[in-house]
């Protein structure tokens, strides 16, 4: 089908294109904030789908988050409202959020820190908090735990034992963070998740199309928990800033997590019940979240049963669980 047949097919139906073969493949608009898995093994065309249904929702007036994790997807500014970013700032706008933003559960997570240094952590975020101090950037975290190390025995009677060896693990793993580049994400101006909502007005058609916010990702998963972290990071902000709107007939944004497996590994009990519960509670605030991932196997099954809209590509099975 031709594009023009195509659009005039989506426009009179007001349907989502996801594909076809023999047959038309469309999701109802109004159920695309079910969220959605789209697997398959490499090479079998996830992408070609996930750029599909993101061109057909900014032609319907719904923006969309993705990265774009192989430098493919610049494609899609031909034909749709394009704004690109970029965490390191080098092929397009930054992404910044603050170390304050990011909370001491994401950034334990960052920084692969374990249940005593996480601990610590969050009393030296809870200390700030009580202090109305506001951490910045790394070297406002550093002068932090620098301040809490120096007065540990104040606050050790009020939140437990603060070891001068735990604040020393803390900043050696916020060095290897540093060496990594990833101190670039952390500061302001931050990141307003509002630009993520834009829609701008074809001037020929004078219809309303849905930005197409692209992440530029190649560089970004080489460092797979910077990555995972900064999307969860993000689909928290989502869910703690927007309103609540209940059904709509289409939804508000539609967020592509691609690579989805990252998130998942090396997650703690606690904050998978945290994505589990952002997962299943976004849906009120207009948001679809679709994961995109070689092997439905890689979602769990606690957020896996939450995914009404699946596009399953061919999968390599070479085990019994396969």
Not at 114 to 140: M, P, S, W, Y
Not at 206 to 231: E, N
């Amino acid at each position: 089908m031709s594009k023009g047949a195509r659009d005039m097919y989506l426009q009179n139906e007001n349907l989502i294109w996801v594909g076809s073969s023999d047959k038309k493949a469309v999701i109802v608009p109004r159920m695309a904030n079910r969220h959605g898995i789209i697997s398959g093994a490499t090479g079998t065309g996830k992408t070609v789908t996930l750029q599909t249904m993101a061109e057909t929702f900014s032609q319907a007036g719904v923006p969309c988050f993705m990265a774009d994790m192989k430098g493919d997807l610049s494609g899609v500014s031909q034909g749709c409202p394009v704004r690109f970013y970029d965490v390191y700032g080098e092929q397009g706008h930054p992404m910044r959020a603050t170390v304050s933003q990011m909370g001491p559960q994401l950034l334990a997570r960052l920084l692969g820190l374990n249940d005593t240094q996480d601990g610590v952590l969050n009393i030296v975020f809870r200390i700030a908090d009580e202090k109305g101090l506001l951490i910045i950037d790394i070297k406002d975290l550093r002068a932090a735990l620098d301040y809490v190390a120096r007065n540990s025995r104040q606050y050790t009677s009020r939140y437990g034992n603060i070891a001068q060896q735990t604040i020393g693990a803390i900043q050696r793993s916020l060095l290897q963070l540093e060496n990594q580049g990833a101190d670039r994400f952390f500061g302001e101006p931050a990141f307003d998740i509002d630009d993520l909502m834009a829609t701008v007005t074809d001037g020929h058609t004078a219809q309303k199309r849905g930005m197409l916010s692209v992440l530029a990702a190649d560089k970004l998963m080489l460092q797979p928990k910077l990555y995972s972290t900064f999307l969860l990071w993000l689909l928290s902000e989502l869910y703690s800033n927007l309103p609540e709107v209940g059904d709509q007939p289409m939804p508000r944004l539609v967020f592509f997590f691609d690579e989805a497996h990252m998130l998942f590994d090396g997650t703690s009990k606690a904050l998978l019940d945290k994505i589990e519960q952002v997962v299943r509670l976004i849906r009120s605030k207009g948001v679809g979240i679709f994961f995109v991932t070689q092997n439905p196997a890689d979602i769990p099954d606690t957020i896996l049963g939450q995914l009404g809209n699946r596009v399953q590509h061919a999968l390599r099975a070479y085990t019994p669980k396969d």
